[in-house]
């Protein structure tokens, strides 16, 4: 089983940064990919931004040049630094991993709450 920890979320005004971080751990041999996911209110969850290795980063345009995902391989994290933050970023953060193994089975993590106070 392979366990997501996420962490970093909080309450911060607009034009204010936040720091994601989301640890992987258990029965992991290799990850092919991480990344971030976030469900607002009433709507759908959707597609932040992921990092896979030897691809760039991909990032949705509503963050682009403001979100910047990184990930430490030995570490098996992921980390989404987010500045500029506007209230319309305010949602539940999901961290998300694919496994390199059969199946390419996806894990989540629990949410990590961000707010954006206007």
């Known amino acids: 089983q392979v366990q997501l920890v996420e962490s970093g979320g909080g309450l911060v005004q607009a034009g204010g940064s936040l720091r994601l971080s989301c640890a992987a751990s258990g029965n992991i041999v290799s990850i092919n990919a991480m990344g971030w996911y976030r469900q607002a209110p009433g709507k759908q969850r959707e597609l932040v931004s992921t990092?896979?290795?030897?691809?760039?980063?991909y990032y949705a345009d509503s963050v682009k040049g403001r979100f910047t995902i990184s990930r430490d391989n030995a570490k098996n994290t992921v980390y989404l630094q987010m500045n500029s933050l506007k209230p319309e970023d305010t949602a539940v953060y999901y961290c998300?991993?694919?496994?390199?193994?059969?199946?390419?089975?996806?894990?989540w993590g629990q949410g990590t709450q961000v707010t954006v106070s206007s």
């Open positions: 990092i896979r290795s030897g691809r760039s980063p």
């Open positions: 998300n991993a694919e496994l390199n193994t059969v199946g390419y089975p996806n894990y």
